[in-house]
């Protein structure tokens, strides 16, 4: 089925402007993107007059479906709190479809998730990356692992400081991560010779981290837990990403030279605990001054899916480019979760995600008019 979307003022995710663009789909993918495009015959066409189109939004870092907002104790299954290490968890065995954060999603324009469990774990488990519509898990799935938890500073040290035991320092986190990928580094090399006669559900979840088939995404906020995520990943060759570095300005140069992804945020949350004091805006503008590459996250429900346009927005307002803002929602979102082939950008081949909005983005004023993934419409604007 072809179908074309004419008259469109198309942001592209990669930094392309086409004022009067065309975007042609063929069923998921997308078939062709520009000013001029010769249009086949038997096309369905739909004029946009004006009306903006983006690429579908990711927000790479939430706990949509495992921590349903409002639903008190019963709708937290993010935290796996009876051991500090958890690497055999997963994040797609808590996640509830029908939790109506996924709606809200739909309604802002945002199309792919990263869903993770919680911080409180120094290794929290396994995540995985879901379209934001559909009502089965299984079906829902973009990637499955996408990443492994950990977690550094305060979370940690504060949930088994109150039950009595390791770890209730920094050092102790520490420690206690490396002792973890020793034991899987050393379950690895007895796999490969043959001598493992009963399998371990955390070890084999730690074998695609050793092997670089999936990142360790790293809780850290300040800087110094920053670096110890980085010294722990050198130490072991492993890939991390680090999520919301919140003091992440204060080693810019270091977070550059590392080449390290980064995710920023919840940045409209409020400073609720001592590692959030120096939490703003200005984070993302010095990332961006030192060409680090970041994505913008509402850490879901820290803050609420649907103000993910807003954060960007206000970083604009503070500082950040609105084409870095905008990158930081798509195409270095996709990046920052490897799935760049299919998702991110409006680019031929890659899958139909898509926003038609009534204005730009940014405005505080403008509406999401459809969202649609791989080719089809999730969400349709109705007026009152």
């Known amino acids: 089925m072809l179908q074309t979307y004419i008259n469109a003022h198309i942001l592209d995710g990669l930094g392309n402007d086409i004022v009067k663009g065309t975007l042609l789909i063929e069923d998921e993918h997308i078939l062709q993107v520009g000013e001029e495009i010769d249009l086949p015959p038997n096309v369905s066409i739909y004029d946009c007059h004006g009306d903006y189109i983006t690429p579908g939004f990711i927000d790479v870092h939430t706990h949509l479906g495992v921590h349903k907002a409002g639903g008190g104790e019963e709708g937290r299954d993010f935290n796996e709190t009876s051991e500090p290490v958890t690497p055999h968890i997963r994040a797609i065995d808590g996640v509830n479809p029908m939790e109506r954060a996924f709606q809200d999603a739909r309604e802002s324009g945002v199309t792919t998730v990263q869903i993770m469990p919680g911080s409180a774990n120094v290794i929290g488990g396994e995540m995985a990356i879901f379209k934001t519509a559909g009502h089965i898990v299984d079906e829902m799935i973009v990637k499955s692992p996408s990443g492994m938890k950990g977690a550094f500073g305060e979370n940690p040290k504060r949930i088994y400081s109150g039950k009595k035991m390791a770890p209730v320092t920094r050092m102790g986190i520490a420690a206690l991560m490396r002792q973890t990928l020793m034991k899987a580094r050393d379950?690895?090399?007895?796999?490969?010779?043959?001598?493992?006669?009963?399998?371990?559900?955390?070890?084999?979840?730690?074998?695609?981290?050793?092997?670089?088939?999936?990142?360790?995404?790293?809780?850290?906020?300040?800087?110094d837990d920053i670096m110890t995520a980085i010294r722990i990943a050198d130490e072991f060759k492993i890939n991390v990403t680090i999520e919301h570095c919140t003091e992440g300005h204060l080693i810019a140069?270091?977070?550059?030279?590392?080449?390290?992804?980064?995710?920023?945020?919840?940045?409209?949350?409020?400073?609720?605990?001592?590692?959030?004091?120096?939490?703003?805006?200005?984070?993302?503008?010095?990332?961006?001054?030192?060409?680090?590459?970041?994505?913008?996250?509402?850490?879901?429900?820290?803050?609420?899916?649907?103000y993910l346009t807003t954060t960007a927005a206000?970083?604009?307002?503070?500082?950040?480019?609105?084409?870095?803002?905008?990158?930081?929602?798509?195409?270095?979102?996709?990046?920052?979760?490897?799935?760049?082939?299919?998702?991110?950008?409006?680019?031929?081949?890659?899958?139909?995600?898509?926003?038609?909005?009534?204005?730009?983005?940014?405005?505080v004023y403008t509406t999401v008019k459809e969202t649609f993934i791989e080719g089809k419409s999730v969400y349709k604007h109705t007026s009152s």
């Open 187 to 223: 379950y690895q090399f007895r796999k490969e010779k043959g001598e493992i006669l009963e399998r371990d559900l955390r070890m084999e979840q730690l074998l695609p981290v050793l092997k670089k088939e999936i990142p360790l995404r790293t809780h850290a906020h300040r800087a």
């Open 253 to 306: 140069d270091k977070l550059a030279e590392h080449g390290v992804q980064v995710s920023v945020g919840p940045t409209m949350s409020t400073r609720s605990k001592v590692e959030l004091a120096d939490k703003g805006y200005h984070t993302m503008v010095a990332l961006e001054k030192h060409g680090v590459p970041f994505s913008i996250t509402t850490d879901h429900p820290v803050v609420g899916i649907d």
């Open 314 to 363: 206000h970083a604009i307002k503070h500082g950040l480019s609105e084409v870095t803002a905008l990158k930081a929602l798509t195409s270095q979102a996709a990046r920052h979760l490897s799935i760049e082939a299919m998702k991110g950008s409006l680019e031929k081949g890659k899958d139909a995600d898509f926003v038609i909005w009534s204005g730009h983005p940014f405005d």
